[in-house]
């Protein structure tokens, strides 16, 4: 019964993170990625901690994911040397996890969570003065 209900709330957030996203504007919609991410990014420490590789290696790959999608929704025309330098940064953050991965490394996922914190905030301060 517990693994039912598991599954049942799993689906109710999962419908209701896809009405949020369908109500958001863009700037929410970054938002939301860079709040998956972290909660992806405190998991895949956790799997690693506890030597759970198979549930580590699919959060990494969840979070690579979320960078690739936040990578592709950057407009390069508008955006001009931020939009790159995102880009860049983005880029180096997926490297980083792929490293971390193989060399099962916490060390190096807190600096990927460093990293995108620091833009997280910024898209938060961003949104307060809009």
């Given amino acids: 019964m517990y693994g039912n209900e598991q599954e049942g709330f799993g689906q109710y957030q999962q419908s209701d993170l896809a009405i949020q996203a369908a109500a958001a504007n863009p700037h929410q ?5 860079f709040n998956g991410l972290m909660d992806e990014l405190v998991r895949a420490k956790s799997h ?9 290696a699919a959060s990494i790959n969840k979070c690579i994911d979320i960078l690739n999608a936040l990578t ?5 025309d508008k955006g001009g040397e931020l939009a790159v330098s995102l880009a860049n ?3 180096y953050c997926v490297y980083r996890l792929y490293d971390a991965s193989h060399k099962l490394s916490v060390e190096q996922i807190e600096e990927v969570e460093a990293i995108l914190g620091n833009l997280q905030q910024g898209w938060e301060k961003m949104g307060q003065t809009a």
């Fill in 29 to 33: 919609l970054v938002l939301m990625l």
């Fill in 48 to 56: 690693l901690a506890a030597h759970r590789y198979e549930r580590k």
């Fill in 72 to 76: 592709s929704a950057l407009d390069f």
């Fill in 89 to 91: 940064l983005y880029d």
